[in-house]
């Protein structure tokens, strides 16, 4: 019997899988499921960042007013009118003082050294101070020209002495420091070179210095290299 060989070309194709065999079909891919909830989440997101990047740029553009110190206010000291000016700043958040609370500024002292150039926050300012406390009072005077320098300022330190009148008697005609450390706390100059001066000094001697300051017995020495 003779046995029938296959031509090269039968060979390949019975190697080569059918086109129409079950290996060649594709089996159905599901559609893609869409999620709503996620897409809305990414756009919130964006819409968010962008919002909050505007606010940014907006808040860095704000300005406000507020207290700035221009000359040096010593620790205790009383915070004078002529050491305010407004400024505008950036609003940072820093809880400043703002400019329309100066009225009540002057009502207070310095809790430190003020600087100029300082921008003031309410930790920096007290309602009391030892300068005035229990043992300090106040004494006003009335000064004539000669009794007092004529660029005095205010929170000076100043020397108070006792200068006697003529016709005293011999025994009270010596002049004396009465105290060698009061603080001028208000100053209002006169034309003529005098003025009415309010100081700060010690409970113990402001009784004397009163009773001086009313017989025009009283002169103020400056000492500007004490503060």
Known sequence: MRISEKSPQDARAAARPGLSGPASR???????????ALAALAVLLILGGALA???LVMRSGDRVSAVQITQQVGAGQRIPPSALREVQIADTGIDYVAWRYRDQVITTYAAVT???GTLLTEPMTAKSTDQVGPAKAKVGLSLKAGQMPTDL????IVQVVYVPTAGR???TTQQKVLTTAARVESISSGRSGGGLVTIVVDTTIAPTIAQYASSGEIALISLPGVK
């Open 53 to 55: 990047t505007t606010l």
């Open 169 to 171: 008697n011999s025994a």
């Open 114 to 116: 003020l600087l100029p």
């Open 26 to 36: 594709k089996l159905p891919v599901p559609p893609r499921e869409r999620k709503p």
């Open 153 to 156: 300022r205010w929170s000076e």
